[in-house]
């Protein structure tokens, strides 16, 4: 059973970088055709997609966020690392990782949510 959780600190100071991790287990992050992406839901508003690394370690992210996202892994830890740069106030949201499925187009596995604050 695959399982993924997010992590990182819960509260951020503006201009400050956001960093997340997320854990997987129950399988390995480069096996085909699986995308590990972030999305994220600020309070009140719809899911956010921020971007995803792909099972080839290739990235795409959203055109609004690019310009501050980094998203990169850690094969020998089997993790998924976001860094967000320079967040504000409208950066406050509960972040997800998400696994989708290529051959299905389905996220399949979703991680439960870590919620990020920013403010001073």
């Known amino acids: 059973q695959v399982q993924l959780q997010e992590s990182g600190p819960g509260l951020v100071k503006p201009s400050q970088t956001l960093s997340l991790t997320c854990t997987v287990s129950g399988g390995s992050i480069t096996t085909n055709y699986y995308y590990w992406t972030w999305i994220r839901q600020p309070p009140g508003r719809g899911l956010e997609w921020i971007g995803h690394?792909?099972?080839?370690?290739?990235?795409f992210y959203s055109p609004s966020l690019k310009s501050r996202t980094s998203i990169s892994r850690d094969t020998s830890k089997n993790h998924i690392i976001l860094q967000l740069s320079s967040v504000t106030p409208d950066d406050t949201a509960v972040y997800y990782c998400?696994?989708?499925?290529?051959?299905?187009?389905?996220?399949?596995?979703w991680g439960q949510g870590t919620q990020v604050t920013v403010s001073s």
């Open positions: 998400a696994r989708f499925d290529a051959p299905t187009m389905a996220y399949d596995y």
């Open positions: 690394i792909a099972y080839t370690g290739s990235t």
